[in-house]
């Protein structure tokens, strides 16, 4: 069933109880994401995909279209909220962007060129986490997790359907798990699927990180913004 809403101002046409933020990407209008993954479950975790419908601030990735919706993306006080729950990621971790194997192939830092963040309006907190070393194919670098749960709903053992990546602990003290037997029956496919679907650079395929330094960098000559919006849909 086709219904009709409106995104800052505009008039659009969609499907009804398809997700805004593929509406909206369908439309030419960005919302960033960060947890959000096309064609999977709606996750909710990082908010990064705030907007205002119908004067409610919410995650644009939960809310399925309806007819006669009003939707604000780009209002001042939503915007400035986006940025600053960009910038509270990069104050909750430790993301030396420079040094980092993702650097150039990083969500985070890509959104973070978007919303236009300088230097984060709260303290750094350079919470220290443990490297976890457990698998022989996948390294944790725990200090750049923004606990954004893709690896732990997305990335499941094949035979026993069992989630390889977790979470333990609560607030300050959480921090991503791998089950290490899991995660050595990984193929290569598999690892890689991992390491792309981490937005940050959190899970390392061991071997390989500096080997090719660069890498293929998605964003060294268009912006997160302008391929989504070629791309559609991630």
Do not use: W
Not at 121 to 150: G, N
């Amino acid at each position: 069933m086709m219904i009709q809403l409106k995104i800052d101002g505009k008039n659009i046409n969609a499907r009804k109880g398809e997700p805004l933020v593929d509406v909206a990407l369908k439309n030419d209008i960005y919302i960033p994401t960060l947890c959000y993954t096309t064609g999977q479950a709606c996750l909710g975790t990082c908010r990064v995909c705030s907007v205002k419908v119908d004067g409610v601030v919410t995650a644009a990735c939960t809310v399925p279209v309806a007819h006669g919706m009003d939707v604000e993306v780009n209002e001042p006080e939503v915007t400035d909220m986006r940025k600053a729950l960009v910038e509270s990621l990069f104050a909750e971790g430790t993301h030396n962007c420079p040094s980092c194997e993702k650097s150039g192939r990083c969500d985070l830092q890509a959104v973070g060129y978007e919303v236009g963040m300088m230097v984060s309006r709260f303290e750094y907190r350079f919470t220290p986490r443990r490297r976890d070393y457990a698998s022989d194919k996948i390294l944790l670098e725990r200090d750049r997790c923004i606990f954004c749960q893709r690896c732990v709903d997305f990335v499941r053992d094949e035979e026993t359907g069992q989630k390889i990546f977790s979470i333990s602990g609560r607030g300050a003290n959480s921090r991503i798990e791998i089950n290490a037997e899991f995660a050595n029956k990984m193929t290569a496919e598999q690892v890689t699927r991992a390491v792309n679907l981490c937005p940050v650079g959190t899970i390392v395929e061991k071997g390989v990180g500096f080997n090719d330094p660069i890498g293929k960098r998605k964003f060294e000559i268009k912006s997160v913004r302008e391929r989504a919006l070629e791309g559609g849909p991630k």
